[in-house]
């Protein structure tokens, strides 16, 4: 069974700082992980998709890693900005290819 | 593309009535799936088509939730005598399955369901 953990569940972080936001996942055959970004009451962001054969995948001032072999998985946010409060959510694939989420990392980023 | 469709954003509905919520795929997309999401939870599973062919059923879709692809594009959830515990929103997303190929999947914008 796959079970997916984030932490921080929430972040408060001044403008400018770089953030790092951790997901684990128990089960460690996956094919792929994804990170998402919702804002309240919105649907789903998808951020990047990092494949099993990749080690990081990069998007814009967003990195995000993968270590399968220890079951974890981190977003890089570099020069957080404002605009960049939201709720981060992490997931992976299990069994079929339906995806198992995490509670999410709220972040608020002030100006 | 203007990517995954949902409607409606919102729905009100008394207890006990029926409600249906649609979603329109991005075109092409073989994969659709629906999710649940509940205040300060990250979405769940509830079920996925293939195509036409409805491939699997969480145990959160109980007997009042039935979902249909009929032609392989767009998707209908009905939930049948709603019930309070209802109320979340309702997410749908699609992806590309080739073999061999990674699965990203992307989401619409929900539906948002408030039983009274």
């Known amino acids: 069974k796959q079970e997916v953990t984030q932490i921080p569940a929430a972040l408060s972080v001044p403008e400018g700082e770089n953030l790092v936001l951790n997901c684990s996942f128990t089960?460690?055959?996956?094919?792929?992980l994804q990170w998402f970004r919702q804002d309240p009451g919105k649907g789903l962001t998808s951020l990047l998709l990092?494949?099993?054969?990749?080690r990081e995948q990069t998007s814009g001032r967003l990195n995000a890693s993968l270590d399968k072999s220890s079951g974890r998985s981190t977003l890089y946010i570099a020069a957080s900005q404002p605009g960049d409060s939201a709720t981060y959510l992490c997931a992976a694939p299990y069994n079929t290819d339906k995806l198992i989420f995490g509670t999410g990392t709220r972040l608020q980023v002030f100006p | 593309d203007t990517g995954v469709s949902q409607n409606p954003r919102h729905k009100i509905t008394k207890r006990g009535q029926n409600v249906t919520f649609r979603c329109d795929p991005i075109?092409?997309?073989?994969?659709l799936y629906w999710y649940r999401q509940t205040l300060g939870q990250g979405p769940e599973f509830l079920t996925y088509f293939q195509n036409e062919a409805q491939l699997e059923k969480s145990r959160l879709l109980s007997d009042r939730f039935s979902a249909e692809r009929p032609k392989g594009s767009f998707s209908t959830l009905e939930i049948q005598r709603t019930e309070q515990g209802d109320s979340a929103m309702y997410l749908c997303a699609s992806s590309l399955v080739v073999y061999g190929g990674d699965t990203e999947a992307f989401f619409g914008q929900g539906t948002r369901l408030t039983v009274v």
């Open positions: 990092i494949q099993s054969s990749q």
């Open positions: 075109s092409e997309h073989n994969r």
């Open positions: 089960d460690s055959a996956i094919y792929n």
